[in-house]
C-alpha cells in the first residue's frame, strides 16, 4: 500500500511465552502542507492519499468554498527548504475557480490558531450559520433505523488499512434511503477521514450532500459536526459519544446527530424525527 503503510521491528511479548520479534504494519503519519495561490494557508497531520480530496474537505470545513464548482486544480510541489525542486508530495498547492477570492492571511492564522485552541460555546455555533450555505433544515430525509444499525458493521467490513494496521479512523458515507456505502476514507486524524469524504463529494460536484448519513468510527467532536453541517450532511452517526458542543450544534442547525450506534441500539440526541422505527409486534 505505499506511503499509507510502513513496517518496523517490534517484540511481541505474551505471559507465558518467550518474546518474539517480528515486523509490523504501521499506519503511516506525514504532514501535509496546503497552500491557496501559493500562499500557505494550513499544515495537518495526515495519513498519505487522497490528498486532492483532503484539501478540498478542508476548504469546505473553513468556509474557503461551498461547492465542487469553487474548486479549480491541485498539484504536488516542492516542500520548504528543497528550493522547489525535491517533490515530497507533502505540500499540495490549490488554485482556486476563477473569479473565487482567496483566503486572507487573517484566515490562514486564524485556521492554525483553531486547530490548536478552538472556540467555545454559542461563538462557535454562530460562527457555524455565518459560514453555511446549507439548510439542513429543509432536508427531509428520513432514514429506518434498522439500517442504520448496520452501518457500522460495513464501515469496519471495508477498513482495509485498519485490517493491517489497527491505527486509522474511517469516515464513510451512506445513501439514506438504500443504505448503501457511497465512499469511504481512512486517516491517522479522524477530521482528515471526514475532510476526504467531503472532498470527494465537492469533486464530484455531490454537495450539498442530500439525502446522506455521515458514519464515523469514533466520536463525535464540534469540529465533526461542523463539517457534517457545512457539507449540507443531514445525519450524523457514531459509535462512541459526541461532545456537549457538538450536541449543541446538532440542535440549532438541524443535524441528526446519533451516538453509541452499537449492534441494535443507540442514542439519538438530535434531530429524532428523521430515524424511523417500526413498532414491536405482538407476540
Keep these: 500500500m505505499g506511503r499509507i503503510t510502513a513496517h518496523r521491528p517490534v517484540t511481541r511479548i505474551t505471559l507465558g511465552q518467550e518474546p518474539r520479534r517480528r515486523p509490523d504494519a504501521l499506519a503511516v503519519e506525514e504532514p501535509l502542507e496546503i497552500r491557496v495561490g501559493g500562499l500557505p494557508l494550513a499544515i495537518t497531520m495526515r495519513t498519505p492519499g487522497h490528498d486532492v480530496e483532503l484539501a478540498a474537505g478542508f476548504l469546505v470545513s473553513e468556509g474557503v468554498i461551498a461547492r465542487g464548482e469553487d474548486f479549480g486544480s491541485a498539484i504536488h510541489c516542492g516542500g520548504p527548504g528543497t528550493g522547489g525542486t525535491e517533490n515530497t508530495f507533502n505540500v499540495l498547492d490549490v488554485a482556486l475557480a476563477p473569479g473565487m477570492p482567496a483566503p486572507t492571511p487573517d484566515m490562514a492564522r486564524a485556521v492554525y490558531t483553531s486547530s490548536s485552541c478552538g472556540m467555545c460555546g454559542k461563538a462557535s455555533i ?158
Design 126 to 283: 454562530e460562527a457555524v450559520e455565518v459560514a453555511s450555505h446549507h439548510d439542513l433544515r429543509a432536508d427531509a430525509t428520513r432514514l429506518d433505523a434498522a439500517l442504520l444499525a448496520g452501518f457500522p458493521d460495513t464501515l469496519r467490513a471495508h477498513q482495509a488499512v485498519f485490517e493491517k494496521t489497527g491505527g486509522l479512523h474511517a469516515a464513510g458515507l451512506f445513501d439514506a434511503a438504500t443504505g448503501e456505502l457511497l465512499v469511504l476514507r481512512e486517516d491517522v486524524g479522524r477530521h482528515n477521514a471526514v475532510d476526504k469524504v467531503v472532498g470527494w463529494a465537492a469533486l464530484n460536484r455531490r454537495l450539498p450532500l442530500t439525502g446522506t448519513v455521515l458514519m464515523v468510527s469514533g466520536r463525535v467532536s464540534f469540529e465533526l459536526a461542523q463539517k457534517a453541517v457545512l457539507a449540507g450532511i443531514p445525519i450524523l452517526a457514531a459509535v462512541s459519544a459526541p461532545s456537549s458542543l457538538a450536541v449543541e450544534l446538532a440542535v440549532d442547525r438541524g443535524l441528526t446527530l446519533v451516538g453509541f450506534l452499537r449492534g441494535e441500539s443507540m442514542n439519538v440526541y438530535a434531530g429524532v424525527e428523521r430515524i424511523g422505527v417500526d413498532a414491536p409486534q405482538p407476540v
